[in-house]
């Protein structure tokens, strides 16, 4: 049963799932997100689909069940949103159609989920290859529903908070128009911009922004879904042309929480961590990260920005083949 | 997996059918509205 303890050192939730340390780990003969046809034993019993979302088996956060009934409320939620069914595909990789139907489906998850009185923040994700510790190679993502603001989202809050009432700005809208004209910028688009931020944690971190002052994902119109499908593909497709393979990533969404109160200083925004420090090495989280909560990071915003420009300029055909899923199709 | 049909809340220019695993819990499963398209 998921259960969560506050810790009152750091002020912060820590989530207990023990169940998930024998969920399914990587396996070879089987994929669990493959459309197994009707009746079938994966978690898609459908013959195909264009995107599914299901509630996680594994969850972290959500409901107790026996044998099917619920018999804890849910306090919150965790579910899966599988991007299609080809399962040696990337996001990188996907149609741009279908990239935008998936932002058609966030925003739909952020409205259904924020709904719920429980649920105070809508996490979107997506944790992409082995070196991030996925367990499924299958492309897909995960939104967890939290009954508090998690302390990333908080901190970011706080910030933008606190410019807001000093200037009546928003934080997020000042710092965007300082990247625009600066030397980290990727691109920008009519609505979207892609840039490494000034205190990169990460290498090659990307932070893509709607250029106008939007709070959540459902606040977007269809010409910046549009846009923001393009961007996302264009973010991704760059680091495997940089890295010369199909990259992992963490990618996370911030946005306005969903507690019932007004968040006029939240900006949406997308922020992508691949664990790569070049090609070959990978940047580990370690003493002064883990233990003191400051990263050290080994390059400069402006140089992998650069690179990250230089790499977006290759052609596709120079790209990478893909070898973060498997190479059969396991359905 | 029982269908428990088409949801009356698919947003715009979206199809999104529900249904419920074995298990109980539930799958949605979305895809791009065409014309005529009654959800």
Known sequence: MPDLRFDPLRKEWVAYATERNDRTFLPTDFCPL????????????????????????????????????????????????????????????????????LIDVWADRY?????REDVSYVFIFENKGEEIGVTLHHPHGQIYALPFIPPFAAAELDAAGDHHKSTGRCLHCDELESEIAGPRLLFASDSMAAFVPNAARWPYEVHVYPRRHISTIADLDEAERADLAAALLRVAGTYDKVFGFSTPYVMAMHQAPTDGNAWPEAHLHIEFYPPHRRADRLKHLAGVELGAGTFVNDTK??????????????????????TVGTAKTLN | VRSTGARRDSPPGLNKVELELRDGRYLLAYSRATPGDDA
Do not use: W
């Open chain 1, 111 to 115: 409205k259904a989920l924020g709904a």
């Open chain 1, 34 to 101: 493959c459309p197994s046809g009707v009746g079938g034993a994966s978690e898609v019993p459908l013959d195909t689909f264009e995107v599914v979302v299901f509630e996680n088996r594994f969850p972290a956060f959500g409901p107790d069940r026996d044998r099917g009934r619920v018999v804890r409320p849910p306090t919150t939620g965790c579910e899966v949103v599988v991007y299609t069914p080809e399962h040696t595909a990337t996001l990188a990789q996907l149609p741009v159609e279908r990239v935008r139907l």
């Open chain 1, 301 to 322: 915003p402006e140089d992998t920005a650069a690179q990250l420009r230089r790499a977006a300029r290759k052609r596709p055909d120079t790209g990478p083949t893909n």
